[in-house]
């Protein structure tokens, strides 16, 4: 994989008359996945949009694949597949002549037939784009960024809507195409989704990354997490505690249902597991609670609903 | 996740040649407006029903001589204008509307790549319009005169007029807006451009505005070659060359591609 960045965004800032939609916003994106998360009007759609070429920069400056991506468009447009939000196909078009028209545009396409295959659009026959349903208009978009044989795809929430079924076919899709060495950008709502596919996540609010990392990272940085176990009733958590970390919590809740709390990591597993031998307690139904991305998503972006 | 690739997908990128990009273009821009009931009404069924009408009933006075031959020129000239204007206005503005430009500017087609093929879609259009139009006037009985290079050069110069204003339209109203205004547009051209009713049925100052219209200057032209067998009609040519460049640059100026 190349070690170049596939996207270096540098104090992008963006404003829509008064409305500053993004705000300072600084991402590099490595080869391989990156999901962009962020609540509604975050940001997202317009830092990917002014990576597309879509939109220029107020100020800052964004490189997609070492060009600029209004300056050096006609260089860029060849090498990047994008899938908008919505819409992108005349409404009178069949999917397999969409699909066919965008291949005509490049010099070496995929095969169309084996695609349309793939994504389940051959059962759309001679149905025009407006009468296809929601799920099968997403997977046209998301073959037409994938047609060309791009190095880099731009998917704007690409499962927005979509069945079970179709949201796994698209992610089946974006893995083989992380495997065969194509860099993806997606902006998500789904917390699941960006830790099945992800390499990188980038949380964006409010115009500016609050937070970016392996989904790995993320979940263990910041969000403290938590260790369960079941013994005795009326254990001494006063010596438990002073084996302990000392940044650890840890309480009785109920009668023989213990809770520490603090950074769970295998030498804090160890310690608590060498505790209760000490004592001669059995802990039973041990487990370890780690934060989900979407735990981790709420802790920094907050709980109230957004616009 | 799988490390290990099938090769499928790896990437191979690059831009199709231009000419096969603006051929494909063009191709699909007139597939979709051949397929589209509402488009084929405004550019063939309208045209040809209103010259096999008023050729065939005499409903308007059209002067002296074979309505067909003071017919034709006007029709031809509506042709033009409901392609390369209303057509292209309406095409364009729910292209825009729905997301094809804005998809299409992020494909290897270049943005004057895609005018360029819109272009040679309403040409195309355009010279099926003609093809049809005046085997229906043989049909009905028309001895056109004059130089066909005038002919041509008034089409040429008429559908670049028509389609700076339908652009214009397109780009900056919405495509609802764009809809109800193209149609209302055409309408009042037809009545008051001279392509059915003869210009001089209007009132003196009236005829003066008129006659400054494109759809005017275009079928006044187009009657003075094939009904009066004149020779360059420089003044027709001149008011359609100042509507062609300033339509095309104000529709350059303000065109919105979303």
């Known amino acids: 994989m190349r070690s170049e960045p596939v996207v270096q965004v540098q104090g992008l800032v963006k404003r829509y008359g008064t409305k500053t939609a993004v705000d300072g916003l600084d991402l590099v994106a490595e080869a391989g996945v990156t999901a962009v998360l962020g609540p509604n009007g975050a940001g997202k759609t317009t830092t990917v949009e002014t990576c597309e070429g879509y939109r220029r920069p107020d100020s800052g400056t964004v490189r997609v694949l070492g ?9 860029l447009h060849p090498r990047i597949g994008v899938m908008l939000q919505s819409g992108g196909v005349y409404s009178g078009a069949r999917a397999d002549e969409m699909l066919r028209h965008v291949a005509k545009l490049h010099a070496n396409p995929l095969d169309v037939d084996t695609l349309i295959e793939r994504l389940g659009l051959g059962s759309c026959g001679r149905t025009t784009y407006r009468r296809l349903s929601g799920g099968q208009q997403q997977r046209l978009a998301l073959a037409m960024a994938v047609v060309g044989r791009p190095e880099l795809v731009f998917l704007d929430e690409p499962t927005a809507g979509l069945d079970p079924q179709a949201r796994h076919a698209t992610w089946d899709l974006i893995r083989d195409l992380r495997a065969d060495g194509v860099s993806v950008i997606l902006t ?24 970016h990392g392996s989904p790995e990272q993320l979940c263990r940085g910041g969000a403290e997490n938590t260790l369960r176990f079941v013994g005795r009733p009326g254990l001494d958590v006063g010596s438990l505690l002073k084996a302990l970390p000392a940044d650890c919590s840890a309480a009785e809740l109920t009668p023989g249902s213990y809770r520490v709390v603090g950074k769970v990591d295998p030498q804090l597993l160890a310690t608590v597991a060498s505790w209760c031998a000490q004592h001669g307690v059995m802990p039973d139904r041990i487990s370890v609670e780690r934060h989900t991305l979407e735990d981790v998503f709420l802790e920094l972006t907050g709980k109230e609903l957004r616009s | 996740m799988t490390t290990v690739g099938t090769g499928v997908y790896t990437p191979k990128p690059g831009a199709a040649p231009l000419s096969r990009m603006i051929a494909a273009q063009a191709a699909l821009e007139t597939k979709m407006l051949l397929r589209n009931g509402e488009q084929l009404l405004l550019t063939v069924v309208i045209p040809t029903l209103l010259l096999v009408l008023f050729s065939s009933v ?63 879609s309403v040409l195309v259009t355009e010279v099926l319009q003609v093809i049809l139009l005046t085997v229906i006037a043989f049909a009905l009985g028309w001895s056109p005169h004059g130089n066909p290079l005038a002919v041509v050069l008034l089409l040429v110069l008429g559908t670049a007029a028509f389609s700076g204003l339908g652009l214009l339209m397109a780009g900056t109203l919405k495509a609802e807006a764009t809809l109800a205004a193209a149609n209302l547009v055409f309408l009042l051209l037809l009545v008051g451009g001279g392509v059915i009713v003869p210009l001089d049925k209007f009132p003196q100052g009236a005829q003066d505005v008129l006659g400054l219209l494109p759809i005017s200057a275009l079928s006044d032209g187009l009657r003075d070659v094939l009904q009066h067998g004149a020779g360059m009609p420089w003044g027709d040519l001149g008011i359609l060359a100042v509507w062609a460049v300033a339509g095309l640059a104000a529709a350059g100026t303000f065109f919105r591609w979303e």
């Open chain 1, 67 to 75: 060009l600029d991506p209004v300056r050096q468009a006609r260089d």
């Open chain 1, 188 to 211: 998500t709502h789904y917390m699941e989704e960006a830790e099945q596919l992800a390499d990188d996540v980038a949380i964006i609010d409010a115009g500016r990354v609050i937070a």
């Open chain 2, 58 to 120: 005499d409903i308007v006075d059209t002067g002296a001589g074979q309505a067909v031959d003071f017919l034709t020129p006007g029709i031809l000239a509506l042709a033009v204008m409901s392609t390369a204007f209303t057509g292209q206005a309406i095409a364009t503005g729910f292209e825009r509307r729905y997301g094809v430009l804005k998809r299409l500017a992020s494909s290897p087609l270049p943005r004057w790549g895609l005018m360029t093929a819109k272009t040679v």
